[in-house]
């Protein structure tokens, strides 16, 4: 892989970008494959490299609908964490933010990981009993949790509203200091130019109209690109599982949602951390570029569209005022939605199904993003080995039928599903 100097990027840069090396080429399918990821983005992307590195399995095609990081690995707010009270959460968030931290170093790519803390505000003392108890949890499991008080918040972020006349006081936090963020389609870019020289073949504008199932066993994907033979086919599509689950006479037990994001004109930094608003489903991060970074809620309707609607948008910013004030003062720039799988107890699902070779890796509600580099290293392993992993064991597709859901009120700064 070519190396740029601070010259030669010079260079390029004045000269219209016109020798610029691809990062990674777009294959056309071949007639057979080892293995059909279905699905460009985070999940689908990390599941190939690791397949390819651990796994040793290489004649694989990512097929994409559209482009490559697309879809919701590029529309979302960037937050990483693990501060979540359920051990099967804990342990295999916690897992995903070991492989953060050395996942530019991993990928030889620079994803711009910044651990700078994720601090949830707590509005009163029930709320701030129960962020106790998540606390105690996560450091009980080996994870970082600090409870800060009243006058710490005061000094970490003296801007949000702590008069006596504030609608929503603030009584105290819960932070990870290790949670963070970082740039999501960096992470793609990453991933897919790691698999590209690995042999790996990435077809973006190729959308799956169909399977070739037989005698209960996948034989291949019909696409737009012509048919795919295939003994294994893993789907990492996010909001879009339930449309392709329904060609395979599947119904799963999620909705598809769409969760709006937005960002603001930049200013001069002032935010340290990643702040979540107690009170509501609001939280807010500075980017490198000075930009506030906010989201908030889903739209309360079914969607497959990659966009929301201005009252949903009015909802969070007026949550993002009540908490820091001087947000009033801003411009938004731009707005986006990304199609969130949420499933009905908020925690993922990775399994095999009940058709051989075919592979499911969806659910993942709010923590799609963060989940990316340990969500494709056991959703390899479960493709691989045709087992599930024991990290992700207990997300198994049954759970639903024998009741043992993993109803974790972490997943959000509030839930409302579950």
Same mark, same amino acid.
């Given at each position: 892989?070519?190396?740029?100097?601070?010259?030669?990027?010079?260079k390029?840069?004045?000269?219209?970008?016109?020798?610029?090396?691809?990062a990674?080429?777009d294959?056309?399918?071949?007639?057979?494959?080892?293995?059909?990821?279905? /699905?460009?983005? /985070?999940?689908?992307?990390?599941?190939?490299?690791?397949?390819?590195?651990?796994?040793?399995?290489?004649?694989?095609?990512?097929?994409?609908?559209?482009?490559?990081g697309?879809?919701?690995?590029?529309? &979302? *707010?960037?937050?990483?964490?693990?501060? %979540?009270m359920?051990?099967?959460?804990?342990f295999?968030?916690e897992?995903g933010?070991?492989?953060?931290?050395?996942?530019?170093?991993?990928?030889?790519?620079?994803?711009?990981?910044? $651990?700078?803390?994720?601090? &949830?505000?707590?509005?009163?003392?029930a709320? !701030?009993?129960?962020?106790?108890?998540?606390?105690?949890?996560?450091?009980?499991?080996?994870?970082?949790a600090?409870?800060l008080?009243?006058?710490?918040?005061?000094?970490?972020? $003296?801007?949000?509203?702590?008069?006596?006349?504030?609608?929503?006081p603030?009584f #105290?936090?819960?932070?990870?200091?290790?949670g963070?963020?970082?740039?999501h389609?960096?992470?793609?870019? #990453? %991933?897919?130019?790691?698999? &590209?020289?690995?042999?790996?073949?990435?077809?973006?504008?190729?959308?799956?109209?169909?399977f070739?199932?037989?005698?209960?066993k996948?034989?291949?994907?019909?696409t737009s690109?012509?048919?795919?033979?295939t003994?294994?086919?893993?789907?990492?599509?996010a909001?879009?599982?339930? !449309?392709?689950?329904?060609?395979?006479?599947m119904?799963?037990?999620?909705?598809?949602?769409?969760?709006?994001?937005?960002?603001?004109?930049?200013?001069k930094?002032?935010?340290?951390?990643?702040? *979540?608003? /107690?009170?509501?489903?609001? %939280?807010? @991060?500075?980017?490198?570029?000075?930009?506030?970074?906010?989201?908030?809620?889903?739209?309360?309707? &079914?969607?497959?569209?990659?966009?929301?609607?201005? $009252?949903?948008?009015?909802?969070?910013? *007026?949550?993002g005022?009540?908490?820091?004030?001087?947000? @009033?003062?801003?411009?938004?720039?731009?707005?986006?939605?990304?199609?969130?799988?949420m499933?009905?107890d908020?925690?993922?699902?990775?399994?095999?199904?009940?058709?051989? /070779?075919v592979?499911?890796n969806?659910?993942?509600?709010?923590?799609?993003?963060?989940a990316?580099?340990?969500?494709g290293?056991?959703?390899?392993h479960t493709i691989?080995?045709?087992?599930?992993?024991?990290l992700?064991?207990?997300?198994r !597709?049954?759970?639903?039928? *024998?009741?043992h859901?993993?109803d974790?009120?972490?997943?959000?700064?509030?839930?409302?599903?579950?």
């Open positions: 892989m070519q190396r740029y100097s601070i010259f030669s990027l010079i390029n840069a004045f000269g219209g970008h016109k020798d610029w090396e691809v990674w080429k294959s056309e399918p071949k007639k057979e494959y080892d293995v059909v990821i279905i /699905g460009a983005g /985070g999940h689908g992307l990390a599941t190939a490299y690791y397949l390819a590195k651990e796994h040793k399995i290489t004649n694989i095609a990512v097929l994409e609908k559209g482009w490559l697309g879809g919701s690995v590029g529309r &979302n *707010t960037s937050i990483l964490r693990s501060n %979540y359920f051990d099967p959460n804990g295999f968030y897992h933010m070991k492989m953060w931290e050395n996942l530019s170093q991993e990928l030889n790519y620079n994803v711009m990981y910044s $651990p700078r803390g994720i601090i &949830n505000l707590a509005h009163s003392d709320q !701030l009993n129960v962020f106790y108890r998540r606390g105690n949890s996560m450091r009980l499991n080996g994870i970082d600090v409870m008080g009243r006058d710490e918040l005061k000094k970490m972020i $003296p801007f949000a509203d702590f008069s006596e006349s504030a609608r929503f603030i #105290g936090g819960l932070m990870q200091p290790r963070g963020t970082a740039r389609d960096a992470v793609a870019w #990453g %991933y897919a130019r790691q698999i &590209n020289s690995m042999g790996v073949d990435i077809i973006q504008h190729c959308e799956v109209t169909g070739d199932v037989q005698n209960g996948i034989q291949g994907v019909q690109k012509g048919n795919i033979k003994k294994k086919v893993g789907l990492c599509v909001g879009n599982t339930s !449309l392709l689950a329904e060609k395979l006479n119904k799963l037990p999620i909705e598809s949602h769409v969760l709006q994001a937005c960002v603001s004109e930049p200013v930094p002032f935010l340290d951390h990643v702040v *979540t608003f /107690g009170a509501g489903h609001f %939280y807010c @991060s500075q980017s490198d570029k000075g930009e506030m970074v906010m989201g908030g809620d889903l739209d309360g309707y &079914n969607s497959y569209a990659q966009r929301g609607n201005l $009252p949903t948008l009015q909802h969070v910013l *007026t949550e005022v009540a908490m820091f004030p001087n947000l @009033s003062r801003l411009k938004m720039l731009r707005t986006w939605g990304g199609i969130m799988d499933s009905m908020g925690s993922p699902i990775i399994d095999k199904t009940h058709i051989d /070779g592979y499911l969806c659910g993942w509600c709010y923590g799609g993003f963060k990316t580099p340990v969500s290293w056991t959703f390899a691989a080995k045709d087992e599930v992993h024991e992700s064991s207990k997300y !597709l049954n759970r639903f039928n *024998t009741g859901l993993i974790e009120k972490g997943l959000g700064t509030k839930t409302w599903i579950g």
